[in-house]
């Protein structure tokens, strides 16, 4: 099903040897081959868009390297994300066939859309939910140099959706090391990988092209759900197999000439989904297309002055193609489509030895944002929508931020930061048709987005160098999550009701960052999180009517402290542990006493490699994820009995769990490598997800409330990967 041109990919297996001349001096990071001093003095610059050693950086930051994924051998993003601290996976099968991370305790139901994900530091946001869909993203693990992970609000930089932190994947070091690669293994997965790095003069480039997929997740369809409907139309004992598959090709270029440079990035995935219910045959089928391209410009004006200016472009479509039975005539689609540029502009000015100020603008235009549905078979009335944008309307967003930091004294800096975001007010237009007795009719509403205010957020910290290897970090944030235009549909459905204000998140964290000895790092941090008018769906009888619409209702606080230490006794064994203990309480009126839903209460995770001869490394990793409760359904007035006058309060304490909890578990993952096997620079992996074969259940979630018992994550598969490395060194 849904089987990927293969024709284009054999193209990759040439490219490397064509290009290889072009190879330059090998520059790339590979972490494991530091010590844990340099690591100390590691400098990034997505976490203040200027270069920064982390023990400087106002922020808990978790760096993934190319060695670390190489090592053991992760084989998607997602598995990836699964190991950094304080983030886990919740699957639901459904928005855009994505997987959804919560973090720190906090989970938004849909698409990931709590923290802002960057490639080589381009926004990868969709515009319809503003989320950041990890399907649209798709990076393959052989494409990445690196990943930077930083926890706390980062809106002043990022503006709204970096509620809980910024995740930028690096793809692009010019490091004159070329490859190709191919992967096979059990439950269909493979991977055909080609990567191009060279230059000649003052050009540099870099090209990334991968097709990658699986089976999916294959389970019974009764280990989900005890309540099978005769309307989905499945065939007796139903299963899975076969309707979650999950094929993608990914393509990215990045070129640097002087002191322009230019991004581009071409996505597309096909990914089965569950939609209200299983599909018919093979299922319903989501297509997610994105492009990215974007031009920058960045130069030293004077001493200790730069400046650095990118303009860009994204295009992003879902297409759900539903088959939701065997009749052709119930096929339907749901269409999702938006197009949009951006500016920004970013001056840093070290005005001394003590005193660094950053200041930015930001400026984004949304040209189209659409959804359009044709799903007669969901309802016996409903019959198609036409929702979004009108061709003459246009979303705006405008920022401007600044951070400044100073040295008080050589053992203690400041930093104070603000940023001033607005979206003005935008029309939405909606039209619907529904066909009650086969004689359609038509709603169409125009509706008016008001809170178009700008708001100000800041920021604010001290660190203090207690030594050149111990430092302590006092952080103060706030961050905003502004409604999208998916969430603001209830403004022409309901439009008496109160419009979505943005969510706020405030911040308070304590951050020890160590070196214990030249082969220890300690890393622990204390947080709390407090979030208000976070987005709730809430059920109400409003005239003899059951209306279920947005409201700003949602207000939860977590409490938390992680603990991260990796030891390096040798130059061959590398390990880490990291520890999260967290409790985050619903604080919305009416839940005080109702355990919030998602939000385990432990987690942890560990990794070890070990250089076992200089050719071949093993590496485990592994991470535990505890118990989890779901959704907390509200029960629901009755409207054919007027005698039921319950209050919103009441019906809150007479509601119930969607779904059952979900129980703790733990995933191990093993990798063995052979690097220069039978001829140098051949490598051979073998790698094995879920070792145990640990049933991983994940809760059941508003969006897909059918499966009751959880929805099933992946149990045991084993890869099996060769490649060729091409270097200058050769």
Known sequence: MRKLHYTTLIVILLLPSIFSAFSQERDSLTLLDYSLDDLMQLKIESAAKRSEAIAEIPASIVIISRKDIERQGWQTLEEVLCNVPGMYLINDYLWFGTDNFGVRGFFSSGSFSNMIILVNGISQKEDWYNSFPLTKVNVPVDAIDRIEVIRGPMSVVYGSNAFLGAINIVTN????????????????????????????????????????????????????????????SLPNNPKSDGQLEDHRIYIDSWFNYEDFYFGFQQTHTNRGVIDYYPGYKDGHLAQIQSTNSFVGYRKNLIDNFSLQAEVGYYSFRDLLDYKHNSDTTAYGFNDIFSDAIDAELNLNANINSKWNISFGTYYRRILRDKLVVDAPNISDDYVNLNAGLSRDNRIQTWGIYFQSTYSITSKLDALIGARIEQTPSYTINYAVRFDPSSTYQYLAREGVYQYGKPYFIPRAALILHLTDGHHMKFMFGQAIKRASIGENMDIVRYPERDQLKPANMQTLELN??????????????????????????????????????????????????????????????????????????????????????????ILAYGMVSYQLTQNISIGFSGFCVGAMETYWRPDTRNASDMTDNRTPIQLIADGKRIGDKATGYTVINGNLRFN?????????????????????????????????????GYGRYITLSVGKVFSNKE
């Open 173 to 232: 070091q010019s490091d004159g090391t070329s490859m190709v690669a191919l992967g096979g293994g059990t439950n269909g997965n493979y991977k055909v990988f080609g990567r191009i790095t060279g230059g000649n003069g003052n050009l540099k480039f870099n090209v990334n092209l991968s097709g990658f997929g699986s089976d999916g997740i294959g389970t019974p369809y009764s280990s989900m759900t005890d309540n099978i409907n005769e309307d989905w």
């Open 676 to 712: 220069n096997l039978l001829k140098k620079n051949f490598y051979c992996a073998l790698h094995i997800h879920n070792v145990l074969n640990t049933e991983v259940r994940y809760p059941t979630t508003r969006s897909n409330d059918i499966f009751e018992k959880g929805t099933i």
């Open 512 to 601: 020890y960052y160590g070196l214990l000895s030249h082969s220890a790092i300690f890393n622990v941090s204390l947080f709390h999180n407090y979030a208000k008018n976070l987005i709730s769906r809430t059920n109400q009888l409003e005239d003899g009517v059951m209306r279920l619409f947005n409201t700003n209702s949602g207000k939860l606080v977590t409490l938390g402290v992680e603990a991260s230490v990796q030891y390096k006794p040798t130059s061959k064994l590398s390990t880490s542990l990291s520890l999260v203990a967290q409790k985050s309480e619903n604080l919305q009126t009416g839940y005080e006493n109702i355990t919030l839903e998602y939000a385990p209460s």
